[in-house]
């Protein structure tokens, strides 16, 4: 493998064919050229791994994976693989792969040189990269990027309504072997890493974490790494002026937690294309009234939603159940006054009365309230000046997803998930605080509505 230089200039020539145009980046112990193919005139992209100081083993390892993994895939979105050789020569010692060139900047690039993105553009972005996703995830075994981020995601200049053609690149890092050993090398780049690929153990998942990461780049103009976190969790919101709905499928994107986080390109796809199927059935369909006669009470405007569910009431089935209950167990307890045994009773009367009192005060007097503001959801039992939180208070930028479930008693309950963490209105008739279905739909319209997330029906 030879290399010289032409007479007239200083453009390098390698394997006697590809003319060195000029140097696209460089690395300890790696080079990134654009040179031109002397045998069909097109421009190919170069990467040298160099023998040198800085050279290991393991580089050489991933170089050489790199190179199959392009040889074995073929998507119009993806580097074509061309050549792999190795290079002796005065210049230049170790290995070389070349693979297609393609004219288009980086997403990096174009956001220093001023471009934006709209919260649209943003997501055909995401879905264009779910895509290049869903093929290398697919492939047997999985094609783990590992190494996503805004610098390896190259898109065109706009055209028409198109946000630009995106492609993937730079296969550098990539995992195609489910490894079980306890000794992996830690591969990626600070900031768009999850918890899990910094042990050394990428997943499918691994690579959603990354392109969420990269996603929130975008909307916030701010690397991933510079923005606060709590708990590991990017706190990106205040920064980015997106809807409820999208920041809430970029949390479930980059949820530090992998069993929490969206597992696959078809849950990450199908969830953002409900959330916006819910944006267009906003635009076209109108929330439900308040049904006729309802007493729960329900106060929103930008800044809050509060919803006040009142007990069932005086005369309700489960306050008249409680009663009946409550003389029943009191008539067997008078049995023992047929043999004389009055302190059992008035013991017995001691012991059951207060809790009927109670149950009968909270049915009449309790309230059931849900409050969510831009920074927490609460969800609070109060009778009088008594109040209880279950579960406790949790951060509003942690709310996931609105589903209504049915239980296999016919009894419907609306779930606002908050990690594992669950806020539920029951349509359930044992259920001192129950609503009816109507009021339920109503209730679930309307925080969908203020959530930005579509409603979930199981």
Not at 282 to 303: D, F
Request: contains cysteine; proline residues 5%; charged residues 20%.
């Amino acid at each position: 493998m030879t290399s010289q230089e032409l007479p007239d200039s200083n453009q390098e020539i390698l394997l006697e064919r590809y003319q060195v145009q000029q140097e696209l980046g460089k690395k300890a112990g790696r080079r990134t050229l654009l040179a031109r193919d002397l045998q069909t005139q097109e421009l190919v992209v170069v990467k040298i791994l160099s023998f040198g100081n800085e050279f290991e083993w393991n580089d050489l390892k991933l170089f050489e994976r790199e190179a199959e993994t392009l040889k074995a895939l073929s998507h119009p979105t993806i580097p074509r693989y061309l050549d792999y050789f190795e290079l002796n020569s005065p210049n230049s010692r170790g290995f070389a792969l070349i693979q297609s060139y393609i004219p288009a900047q980086s997403l990096e690039a174009q956001l220093k040189a001023g471009r934006s993105f709209s919260e649209e553009e943003v997501k055909e972005l995401a879905k264009a990269i779910l895509e290049i996703l869903k093929y290398l995830h697919g492939r047997q075994p999985p094609v783990i990027h590992r190494d996503i981020k805004p610098s390896n995601i190259l898109l065109t200049n706009r055209s028409g309504n198109s946000v630009g053609e995106v492609y993937l690149v730079d296969f550098g890092s990539v995992q195609t072997i489910v490894r079980t050993s306890s000794t992996m090398t830690v591969v990626g780049s600070y900031g768009y890493m999850p918890p899990e690929q910094f042990n050394g153990r990428a997943t499918c998942a691994s690579d959603l974490y990354s392109l969420g990461a990269t996603l929130i780049y975008l909307v916030t103009g701010q690397h991933p790494g510079d923005l606060p976190q709590t708990d590991l969790r990017i706190e990106f919101e205040q920064a980015a002026n997106i809807s409820l709905g999208f920041s809430s499928w970029l949390r479930q994107m980059t949820e530090p937690i992998m069993s929490q986080r969206l597992a696959s390109t078809e849950d990450a796809m199908q969830t953002l294309e409900d959330n916006q199927s819910h944006l267009r059935d906003r635009a076209t369909n109108s929330i439900p009234k308040k049904p006729p006669g309802s007493q729960i009470l329900l106060k929103k405007n930008a800044s809050f939603i509060d919803i006040i569910i009142p007990g069932v009431g005086l005369l309700s089935i489960q306050t008249l159940t409680f009663i009946i209950l409550y003389f029943f167990i009191l008539f067997m307890m008078s049995i023992p006054l047929l043999s004389g045994d009055v302190s059992s009773l008035l013991r017995g009367i001691l012991v059951i009365s207060p809790g009927a009192f109670i149950l009968i005060c909270i049915c009449v007097f309790g309230r059931k309230r849900l409050y969510i503001n831009r920074q927490h959801i609460y969800l609070i039992y109060k009778i009088f000046k008594l109040e209880r939180h279950n579960p406790l208070p949790s951060s509003r930028q942690e709310i996931l997803r609105l589903d209504i479930n049915k239980s296999d008693f016919n009894k419907y309950y609306l779930t606002i998930w908050v990690g594992i963490k669950k806020y539920v209105i029951s349509s359930n008739e044992l259920d001192i605080f129950t609503v009816t279905l109507l009021e339920l739909d109503w209730l679930a319209h309307e925080l969908s509505d203020w959530l930005g997330l579509p409603i979930t029906r199981k």
